[in-house]
Nanobody
Framework: QVHLVESGGGLVQPGGSLRLSCAAS????????MGWYRQAPGKERESVAT???????NYADSVKGRFTISRDNAKNTVSLQMNSLKPEDTAVYYC?????????WGQGTQVTVSS
């Protein structure tokens, strides 16, 4: 079992930056994949960025070049640095972890990009 707690969401103007963090309840060094998903009102949940235990990353086309995912195995955290934010990035952002065949989700944190 892994409990995930997100932090760092909020309201930001277009072009601004936010950094999301996800704290895991246990060590993450052997968790295959961790990442961030988001869900906007009326839309399906979508993958934003993922990072494997080996450090390989994958990004949605819509965020490439603007978002950076990282993981700190010593602190059991995964972060998402979001730059050049756009109104269409507005959504609830969820931390995700996949360990063997099990999937875990955080409660989500709201990100609103608006002037």
């Amino acid at each position: 079992q892994v409990h995930l707690v997100e932090s760092g969401g909020g309201l930001v103007q277009p072009g601004g930056s936010l950094r999301l963090s996800c704290a895991a309840s246990r060590t993450i060094f052997n968790i295959n994949t961790m990442g961030w998903y988001r869900q906007a009102p009326g839309k399906e949940r979508e993958s934003v960025a993922t990072i494997t235990s080996g450090g390989s990353t994958n990004y949605a086309d819509s965020v490439k070049g603007r978002f950076t995912i990282s993981r700190d195995n010593a602190k059991n955290t995964v972060s998402l640095q979001m730059n050049s934010l756009k109104p269409e990035d507005t959504a609830v952002y969820y931390c995700y972890a996949k360990y063997k065949t099990f999937e875990y989700w955080g409660q989500g944190t709201q990100v609103t990009v608006s002037s």
